[in-house]
């Protein structure tokens, strides 16, 4: 057996292969699907004054999904973020110090708390997107703007990294890879 033709015949790595093919086709598929409430059209011409800015890079990591405003917006960033933020806290905070070094139950207990961050970050970063799109009157982004309009942004955004959190684990669980940074890859290779 050598190569590709290996890979067929292994029915377990076949598998965990087009699982994870099967759950990255999800994501992109959903990348496609818009946040209710925003007129598309006029967030592209948004986006295109906004080359080479931050947001610029803010969607090029949400392969796309920022310029579309999709249910997956946000990507995984709030994510990373809650985990980078868990991993400094280890350091400082002697709580999870010592459940770091608990072992697994430990290490159980802070992707727990990683996964609390997540949300939090989401729903702050999913309001102030909501907030930020309704300044915009030239072109009109926001078809119905409003506290409705924000809780709304704010939920599905939040849903939506949620969503890819749970396929980026089952992706490291049950496919190949780490989850998030396949997501990651499959983000930026889809913009270029």
């Not at 070094?101 to 992707?111: A, H």
């Amino acid at each position: 057996m050598s190569g590709i033709e290996g890979l067929v015949k292994i029915s377990e790595l076949r598998k965990r292969i087009l699982f994870s093919l099967l759950m990255l086709a999800v994501y992109r598929i959903g990348i496609h699907i818009p946040t209710p409430g925003v007129d598309g059209a006029a967030l592209q011409q948004v986006f295109a004054n906004m080359k080479g800015t931050i947001f610029g890079w803010f969607n090029l990591f949400s392969g796309g999904a920022l310029e579309r405003f999709s249910i997956f917006a946000l990507g995984v960033m709030p994510y990373i973020s809650s985990s980078i933020i868990f991993q400094l806290l280890t350091v400082v905070w002697p709580y999870l110090h010592d459940l770091q070094k608990e072992g697994d139950s430990g290490r159980k207990k802070i992707t727990q708390y990683t996964r609390y961050g997540t949300v939090i970050l989401a729903l702050i970063q999913g309001y102030g997107i909501a907030a930020g799109l309704e300044q915009y009157s030239n072109p009109q982004v926001v078809t119905a703007g409003g506290m409705g309009f924000r809780l709304l942004t704010m939920l599905t955004l939040t849903t939506g990294t949620v969503f890819l959190m749970w396929v980026g684990e089952q992706i490291s669980e049950r496919g190949i890879g780490n989850g998030i940074s396949c997501l990651l890859y499959t983000s930026d290779a889809a913009d270029e």
